[in-house]
């Protein structure tokens, strides 16, 4: 596969007296890949994706897309002159236009009829292109955002925060419903989000934002299980940072900023009770329960040690009261 869109230490400050928006900031997607840009607010994640739609100009570097530059210090691609679409956060639909007239607005729609008739079969919108915007729910409105996209065929679908206005129960079905859309369509799609679900579900390759540097860039599995700081492993849900003599076992580990400590991630379900055989050479840890809260499926105690608090992840099964004395060892299969 070849690089569709290519960054090149893009650089974005806005306030001189201020460290940058994006800083220095390289990466590449695939075509076909679905890229994922992670961060907490603040990051640079949506600064980045305006620069590459076209809506701000970087200071320094350059953007290509499709082998053209996009952006450079010397040169700009207007946004309406780019191969891409960008769904926006709030979907921005015109609230006087009906369905049909949203998505037929888009650059060469019209020219795409049979086009938008499979997009709206695909969406499952079709009996919604005579309602307005205020007629139809939040799911329903990303979805005709998404076809106004997509109708205009670009090489790259940009995407701000797709999941942010919807509930849990919701977002899920509409990552399945993203996720096959883009399969049937051959999307090319790079969407931000402050979500880490959004990426580990639905991401090729990851990019973690922090400070508007790209401190990470790799598989969501990777990013999760190999972190490359505190920042990103406590990005990607709960964790527990010990130091690395603590579990030399772990397969990773990173070198801490703050302390100067070599640190090792580990999640809260790579925990175990050990048995009789097997674990003798496994650094063990016990402590007193804390604290013990159902979380559906799995119950998360809350273990103190000597040194430290662990947070672990058992079965609703496993038998567990506070005050209880625990001993728990790293489970490096897990």
């Not at 996009?70 to 309406?80: G, L, T, Y």
């Not at 809260?293 to 809350?302: F, L, M, R, T």
Request: glycine share 6%; hydrophobic share 35%.
């Amino acid at each position: 596969m070849n690089n569709l869109l290519e960054l090149s230490e893009v650089t974005k400050r806005y306030d001189a007296g201020l460290p940058p928006a994006v800083d220095r900031v390289s990466f590449s997607c695939l075509e076909g890949q679905i890229l994922a840009v992670i961060g907490s607010s603040g990051s640079g994640k949506t600064t980045l994706l305006r620069i590459i739609a076209g809506l701000e100009m970087p200071d320094l570097g350059r953007v290509t897309l499709n082998g053209e530059t996009m952006n450079s210090q010397n040169e700009c691609v207007p946004p309406e002159s780019r191969d891409c679409s960008l769904v926006f956060q709030d979907y921005a639909l015109f609230p006087n236009m009906t369905v049909q007239q949203n998505v037929a607005y888009g650059k060469a729609s019209k020219n795409n009829s049979e086009l938008i008739d499979r997009l709206f079969d695909l969406t499952k919108i079709g009996d919604l292109k005579n309602r307005y915007p205020h007629q139809i729910s939040g799911g329903e409105q990303q979805r005709v955002a998404l076809v106004r996209a997509l109708a205009t065929q670009p090489s790259l679908l940009l995407l701000d925060e797709p999941l942010s206005h919807l509930d849990p129960e919701l977002r899920n079905n509409v990552r399945c419903e993203l996720l096959n859309i883009f399969r049937v369509t051959n999307t090319t799609a790079l969407f931000v989000s402050h979500d880490t679900e959004d990426a580990l579900t639905m991401a090729n390759q990851v990019v973690v934002m922090q400070n508007g540097k790209a401190v990470q860039i790799g598989s969501p599995m990777d990013v999760y299980s190999n972190p490359s700081n505190s920042y990103a492993a406590m990005l990607f849900g709960k964790t527990n940072l010990l130091p690395r003599e603590l579990i030399p076992s772990a397969p990773y580990s990173f070198l801490d900023e703050d302390s100067g400590k070599e640190l090792v991630s580990i999640r809260p379900h790579q925990w175990m009770v050990p048995t009789s055989t097997g674990n003798e050479n496994m650094p063990s840890f016990t402590g007193t329960i804390r604290s013990v809260n159902p979380k559906g499926a799995h119950q998360e105690i809350v273990m103190e040690t000597e040194t430290t608090l662990l947070t672990i992840h058992f079965p609703r099964v496993f038998s567990a009261a506070i005050g209880d004395t625990l001993t728990v060892v790293f489970n490096k299969d897990s």
